[in-house]
Nanobody, 114 residues
Framework: QVQLVESGGGLVQPGGSLRLSCAASGFIFSIYTMGWYRQAPGKQRELVAHIRPFGATNYSDSVKGRFTISRDNAKNTMYLQMNSLKPEDTAVYYC????????WGQGTQVTVSS
């Protein structure tokens, strides 16, 4: 039974920071590229960042330089450090392995508002 449990979201002012966590179970986490995705109201889900098993990363242009994706394979956990947050970052954030067809988790809400 695969589980992807996101946490760490909340309400933050523009320019603030949050760190999201993704706890994964039910598959061999360490061998899969993982990604953070987000879905804003009225929009399709979009890729935020990917991280490969040994740490190579890529980011969407909209978050590059502000967000940092990381992972701890020993803990089956992935993180997203979000700095310099903007209102347009407001969305539900999800984690997922792009090469797998696991069910999506509940996500964690990030709201950036003054």
């Amino acid at each position: 039974q695969v589980q992807l449990v996101e946490s760490g979201g909340g309400l933050v002012q523009p320019g603030g920071s949050l760190r999201l966590s993704c706890a994964a179970s039910g598959f061999i986490f360490s061998i899969y590229t993982m990604g953070w995705y987000r879905q804003a109201p009225g929009k399709q889900r979009e890729l935020v960042a990917h991280i490969r098993p040994f740490g190579a990363t890529n980011y969407s242009d909209s978050v590059k330089g502000r967000f940092t994706i990381s992972r701890d394979n020993a803990k089956n956990t992935m993180y997203l450090q979000m700095n310099s947050l903007k209102p347009e970052d407001t969305a539900v954030y999800y984690c997922h392995a792009p090469s797998r067809d696991d069910p999506w988790g509940q996500g964690t809400q990030v709201t950036v508002s003054s």
